[in-house]
């Protein structure tokens, strides 16, 4: 959140003051929106992406969730598999049967659900065969030390091959060296993310890169 006078506000300084207080359903509608108006933009373009946005937990549990996310899908004119909503362990443990609940009903629209920060929250496993899941992200702190730390490469290994086993996607967050992007492609992982793959950039500047891409593709082919 860019603060007109305080700068560059972090979501960890502001989302769990938003998820105290009702502002938290008006933010996750206003995020909903934009992330699927700027997808249906650069679909426009030329560009067939999709977009991932955070859930938080009180959104989770929100039972209007799905339904304001099908008039979004609609608004848009887009279809569910272009959206990706990131849910994290702790959401699931506080309330399974609702969370279970919740996340039938997203997937119902064709909603592509993700773990976020899987591995430090404490689901059980037996969470991952009764939710209706398409994909985990191991957490950055596994996969920032695992050129270090044999534990946290083999818990990175485990994840992954867990995940495989269970025909979910796996993404690894917090990719930041080459070696990491090395051992975790050597791995398997099937996408990584973080600041050695991209950084975060603004809308008009990504558009831009895929205009790149797609012009050295047609000059490749």
Known sequence: WQHPTRGLIPPLDFIPLAERTALIEPLTQFVLDEALGQTKRWELEGHNVTVAVNLSMRSLHEQALPGQVAELLHKWDLSGERLTLEITESSIVSDPARAKAMVEQLSALGVVISI??????????????RLELDQIKIDRCFVRNMDADTDDAAIVSSIITLGHDLGLEVVAEGVET????DDLTRLGCDTLQGYYIGRPLPADDFGRLLEGDATRRDAAA
């Open 116 to 129: 976020d920060d899987f591995g430090v929250g404490y689901t059980s496993l037996s969470y991952l065969a």
């Open 178 to 181: 080459k070696a990491a992007c």
